[in-house]
């Protein structure tokens, strides 16, 4: 039988090799503590996913400061205090395998408000959801410098714990991602403007991680291929972007997209009729918009987004020339995926009796646009929020669960207030 591409290891420029061509994508577990540290949930998922196969695991995004979460229960590191369990985290990912990366973070202005009502962002362009989310303040030079330097301490943690690596965050409309739009970066200093001016504090990131991890580190970025909003962080921005990442030394790009504003990165779907090629790249999202970006890349390029089905799988490794594909959702409800795919014995994943994609189609997503389909969006995001913690439990995902939207959007609400309220005491002492 002929080895699956899926199976070949994947050099990187610094020097390291990943086992295969599949890669866990970066999904925010809000499994931390009320002191923002790894808990033994963490260890038991990553565990679990490590044992299913993928060769590389990317964690959901630890913030570089607990004052800027993405969402209440985030794990933060911003110094040492929380090593010990640091390293048990990177052990347990490993216990399996795969290579464990750090996913680091910081929302800006993504931050909800019930953490932080006046969050920092590049410019003061609000958040336009629900009200969740106060208008964000302009960051100062010093406070730009801040934050870059608290990206690399974050990264040197995480590689004095055990971690085989850090992928930057710069999609989905966080901080970094801010800085790239136009939309919401307006600043008139060497900071905002032209391309090379957004893209200046993602650089300035990366060149800042890479002096405190070294060069035999892996570095990965994640970066939308464009905000699918007018005005917004274009294609042929984004190939301009990563040629620039290419020449400051990164490992591997992620090729992603989409804002809270605009969540195409969260409506992904597939149909289950994965042998015509235009299933094939309905099903892989963003794999037409990765072909264009590697033309005249070395770096190698990871994709994510919907892929269902082996065969398109396969075919973006053989055929397309993309050196790794992403899996997030779908690891939810099948961890042991990753297995059966390389050894030709999986077919599909993630998808029911039906044809459905597992927690798609379940929330009443045929409603009229607006507010129910907000609720519809955080409600499928809830799902496979839900499918992790059963995991770090210990228990096995619910791969036919009929929830409602209703239910899942009052737990992560009810949750989040817990949780938010919960770190209430450090976050008062951190503002002194």
């Known amino acids: 039988m002929t080895q699956s591409p899926l199976a070949a290891p994947l050099p990187l420029p610094c020097g390291v090799s990943l086992p295969n061509r599949i890669g866990k994508s970066a999904m925010t577990e809000a499994l931390a503590g009320a002191d923002d540290a790894p808990t033994p949930a963490h260890d038991a998922l990553y565990a679990r996913w490590s044992r299913g196969g993928a060769g590389l695991l990317v964690t959901g995004n630890v913030m570089v400061d607990g004052r800027s979460l993405e969402r209440p229960g985030n794990v933060v590191v911003e110094d040492e205090r929380h090593l010990a369990a640091v390293s048990r ?24 408000m019930i953490i932080n009502p006046r969050p920092l962002s590049p410019s003061e362009e609000k958040l336009k959801l629900l ?36 992928q930057i965050h710069g999609a989905h409309g966080y901080l970094i991602s801010q800085f790239l739009s136009p939309i919401t970066n307006r600043r008139g200093d060497d900071w905002g ?76 779907t597939a149909e289950a009729a994965p042998q015509r090629e235009s299933t094939r790249k309905r099903e892989a999202f963003f794999l037409e918009y990765a072909q264009e970006i590697r033309e005249g890349l070395s770096v190698p390029i990871m994709v994510t987004g919907g892929f269902r089905s ?24 099948a961890p042991d995926a990753p297995e059966g795919l390389i050894a030709g014995d999986l ?72 949780k938010a309220l919960r770190r209430m005491p450090r976050r008062m002492a951190a503002r002194g």
């Open 310 to 333: 082996r065969v398109a799988m396969e075919a973006a490794i053989a055929e397309d020339g993309i050196a790794m594909v992403g899996l997030a959702r779908p690891l939810c409800v």
């Open 193 to 268: 403007g032209s391309l090379e001016n957004r893209a200046r504090f993602l650089r300035a990131v990366v060149t800042a991680t890479r002096a405190a991890v070294g060069p035999g580190f892996p570095i990965g970025v994640k970066l939308n291929s464009a905000d699918f909003q007018k005005g917004g962080f274009t294609l042929e921005e984004c190939k301009q972007v990563a040629r620039w990442l290419e020449e400051d030394g990164i490992d591997l790009l992620e090729i992603s997209g989409g804002t809270y504003e605009e969540m195409a990165f969260a409506e992904v």
């Open 131 to 166: 009200g969740l989310f106060g208008k964000p303040r302009a960051m100062t030079e010093a406070e730009i410098a801040e934050v870059i330097a608290r990206y690399a301490e974050t990264a040197r943690i995480a590689q004095k714990a055990g971690f085989d690596g850090v």
């Open 347 to 418: 077919e599909k994943i993630g998808i029911d009796e039906d044809g459905l994609v597992l927690g798609k189609g379940r929330f009443g997503v045929n409603a009229p646009p607006g507010v129910v389909n907000l609720l519809n969006t955080v409600a499928r995001v809830e799902f496979y929020v839900a499918q992790m913690h059963r995991m770090g439990k210990g228990q096995a995902p619910q791969e036919g669960e009929k929830a409602f939207a209703a239910g899942l959007v009052g737990s992560y609400l009810g949750l989040s207030t817990f």
């Open 89 to 112: 985290w990177a052990k347990a990912a490993q216990w399996g395998g795969s290579h464990v990366w750090m996913q680091i973070s910081h929302p800006g202005r993504q931050c909800p």
